[in-house]
């Protein structure tokens, strides 16, 4: 009791917003908390200032996510989870990271999460959501020490964080002030997975506690790789010290793994099987694709392993301090460290077509084909279809990352002023390497593919056709040496008047980017060191090492958010603001946005957005509703690395996002929509395209959780769904042969059972109808075979897992 008395005396100060909401995560599943529907109590911790204030009196949008409730939606990695979260748009096909996640409205004109900042307790994962092949989810994992999800859409996320005009998502720790843990074993039905997760957290004296946990796993995927493509796990821990005005919170995260990276692979336009290979089940990594051979960053012979896909490698450490300095005044700091590093490696069809015209292609009239590998070696292949695969294969040698945000916080009674000091340094350093590959159009161990001339010269060596991309002009082999060193003052006030709140806040972010980044050159080499250079070796992709382009480059950009929210009753509120944001482009602005002495143009440094929004909090009995009309104009310029497309344009989205909960005796409905109208505006490349909608943009995505609770466990089912898109945005909408994807709806099952107190046992089953639904495509129009290249949701999986609580 001497504990929890002196927690309430700490919540009395600014450490409340941060503790309460890890209590009440940590607590989530009891009855009393789950009872509260949208718990409009709750004291809103992402992208808030001062001492903090409750959903119902704070004018921004928020949601927030149990570990419980992010549970029965069976999500098979971070960005699943975040398809619950209403105004967010995840494309979760990736794998276990690199989702393209968009918000509101705003685009996805290369990859990642652009205008949205993944953080954890308060702080970036990395400091640019769309870093080329690293994506801030790859650096994420979702276990047991999770507490909750926390989101703000728009709203205060301009101002009080950087590069995240759209929102913040916030994962939280549990930080132990109750003795608990468990341990859970989760085991795949019906496809290779082996999980263990575990945590537990505790008391060591009254003042002081911790929390540690992880998880560690293996096994193929849910699609036929051939291989154990996922293997590794995660370990953190937190500990935390309580004084009499305060606390001091220690943080650390290792994370050590590897995991499949899906990308864009054969399809119909409809989602369909292309001969054997399944988008939904099957994809084109193989036992026989394993082996790559390049040059590296200083054009030295290396060999890197496919099976090592998407290889985060984070050990990160983090302070948090909050403390009452007496006479209104209080402090809190946050820091964290990390060192990141890790690879980025799978392959993508550069094109699929009929096999004797590629052969030809390559070889000349009448060149033959014949297996390179697998159990037909040697053997001539006689498939209709042929891929040219382009291997992605990316060293991410540092990501290294260091951020401190400290706030300084004054009260004069029910006004509330925050002044903040944010402070960044994150490095880039990447190597792009590249190899092309003839394969078979087959699921479940696909073989390589030789060409060999009509006078029998051989066009491969053991299925690889060039050391690099010349289909793609061999533009791609890249090295980048960079570093971002951004600053951002930062003030916020909130003041209270009876029943309306008001708060305003203004940011200045400003950045100096330094370093060099380098191109390739074509040289003659011999790679496999036989004595011999064939016709592959007589063009390699190397690095221009002796040519570096420079870069040494200032931006700067000032953001801010104003808004009012008034409680009309106990049951119900009104909300409304306006905010002006940023997020400065990074790495995509090499090869292209550069200048030759290392400066870049204003517009080109930062894209900026403005949006208005306006909403309605309600409950009565068993129902609350959350709903918020919004409008964003969106200033945006990109770089994709496999189109090889720089973008320049505006976009506008208006729409309205609905997250409500009802309970039904022992039953519980959680749902969410969004509706999204949005369209470019204006484009600098391509002015035809003005009026389009942009890609991948459905008018409606929508989820819809229920379960029903019994003595014994809990039964449920969630909906994930969308309607149609079109999957580009350079292409005249209205031709016939448009490439559109069709809306789906995805239905997942869950349902546990406890065996005792302290045992259960849980069926888990994702996309139980093993829906096919395409999420992203390569292609704009219907090619005259219907073969694209595309990205699916996974079809059918299911898993047990076995926990004991104590």
Known sequence: MKHITHKKLLLSTLAMAICSSVSAADTATSEAV????????????????GKGATVMASSVSVSSLSSDQIEVSTPRSSAEAFRSIPGIRSESSGGEGNANIAVRGLPVAAGGAKFLQIQEDGLPLLQFGDIAFGNADIFLRLDSTMASIESIRGGSASTLATNSPGGIINIISKTGESESGSVATTIGLDYDHTRTDFEYGSEISDS????????????????????????????????????????????????????????????????????????????????????????????????????????????????????????????????????TKGGFTSPIPESIQNSQTLAESLAGTDATLSYANGPAEGQAYAGNNLMRIHTFDVEMNNLDFMVNDLKILKSFGDTNVTFGYYKSLQNIETTWLWNSYLQEVKGDNAAL????????????????????????????????DLQYDVTAPYIAINSVFGDFTIDASVRHDSGEATGTYTGAVQAELDMNRDGTISVAEQSVSVLDNSNPSYVNYDWSYTSYSLGANYILNDDMAIFARLSHGGTANADRLAFGKIAADGSVNDEDAVDEVDQFEAGIKYRQDQLSIFATAFFAETQEQNFEASSQRFTDRVYESYGVEVEAAYYIGDFDIRGNFTWTDAEI???????????????????????????????EGSAGISL????????????????????????????NAFAQYYLSDAFSVALNINNLFDTTGITEAEE???????????????????????KYDF
């Open 34 to 49: 789950e009872k509260k529907g949208l718990d409009f109590e709750r004291i809103v911790v992402t992208g808030s200032a």
């Open 208 to 339: 002081l506690y911790f929390h540690i946990g992880g998880f560690y796993r293996q096994g193929e995927g849910p699609r036929e790789a051939g291989y154990t493509g996922n293997q590794g796990g995660q370990i953190k821990a937190n500990i935390t010290k309580e004084f009499d005005k305060g606390y001091v919170r220690l943080y650390y995260k290792h994370l050590d793994d590897k995991t499949i990276a899906y990308l864009p692979m054969p399809a119909t336009s409809k989602g369909k099987s292309v001969g054997s290979f399944d988008p939904s089940s099957d994809t084109p990594h193989s036992a026989y694709f394993t082996s790559l051979l390049t040059t590296d960053a200083n054009n030295n012979l290396r060999r890197s392993d496919m099976r090592d896909g998407m290889s985060p490698e984070v050990d990160s450490v983090g302070v948090e301090a909050v403390f009452d300095l007496g006479n209104d005044w209080s402090i809190e700091n946050r820091f964290r460290t990390s060192s």
């Open 449 to 480: 593919v030789d060409v060999t001339a009509a006078n029998g010269t051989r066009f491969s060596d053991n299925g690889l056709i060039a050391y690099g991309v010349p289909a793609w002009g061999n533009c791609c082999t890249r090295n980048y």
């Open 681 to 711: 505006t204006k484009d600098n490349k391509n002015p035809d395209q003005v009026g389009n909608t942009p890609r991948r943009q459905a008018d409606l995505v929508y989820s819809l959780t229920t379960r029903y609770n019994f003595d």
């Open 720 to 747: 994930i769904g969308t309607t149609d898109a079109y999957a580009q945005d350079n292409l005249d909408q209205s031709v016939d042969n448009i490439l559109k994807f069709d809306g789906y709806t995805q239905v």
């Open 780 to 802: 704009g129009t219907v090619p005259v075979n219907d073969i694209i290249r595309a990205r699916t949701i996974n079809g059918r999986t299911s898993s047990i897992t076995l």
